[in-house]
């Protein structure tokens, strides 16, 4: 559907004569970012057991996939400068150009507590099919923008678990 719709815009611009910028945003999380994404789902649980609140287990599924994350900050960000200065008719990644694998991502932010919590796979989070590594590359709009990512994946995941802490403490 996302190749589908780069199709069709790249379709309406020519025909149009429209400055159509095409972003091609890979996963993204942060802070207020909705529990049913993997990082907030995690950090969400992970809060709720520290703060008391529920047993310490966490349900996950696949932690073997792999993926290029990036802070949602660092993307609205990417969206500004893609405005301001991205090429009519440019397709942009718009990414960290780095893969971290799910396990690596909960590991980090069991840290961020001192208890201990057992981790069970459900199969209700597995998916039928998965894509084991996913990432890209943002030399592009980097060379156009001048855009790069900023915000350390660890610092993000740090603020998103500190964002579940305060809701689950108040």
């Known amino acids: 559907s996302k190749a589908s719709a780069e199709v069709l815009a790249q379709f309406y611009a020519r025909a149009h004569d429209l400055p159509v910028i095409i972003v091609r945003a890979f996963n993204h999380t942060g802070p207020r970012q909705a529990p049913n994404f993997v990082c907030s789902a995690f950090a969400r649980q992970i809060a709720s057991i520290a703060a008391g609140k529920s047993e310490p287990v966490i349900r996950v599924g696949n932690l073997e996939a792999r993926r ?7 993307v609205a960000r990417a969206y500004v400068l893609a405005l301001e200065r991205g090429r009519a008719g440019g397709i942009y990644n718009v ?45 592009r709009f980097a060379s156009d923008t001048g855009w790069a990512p900023e915000i350390p994946f660890q610092q993000t995941l740090r603020d998103l678990f500190d964002y ?6 108040t």
């Open 95 to 139: 990414c960290s150009g780095r893969v971290v694998s799910i396990r690596e991502i909960l590991e980090m932010l069991l840290t961020f507590t001192g208890g201990e919590i057992r981790v069970e796979v459900s199969q209700e989070l597995l998916r039928p099919l998965d894509i084991p590594v996913l990432f890209g590359s943002y030399e």
């Open 164 to 169: 579940w802490l305060a809701v689950e403490t």
């Open 68 to 74: 290029d994350f990036l802070d949602v900050r660092d």
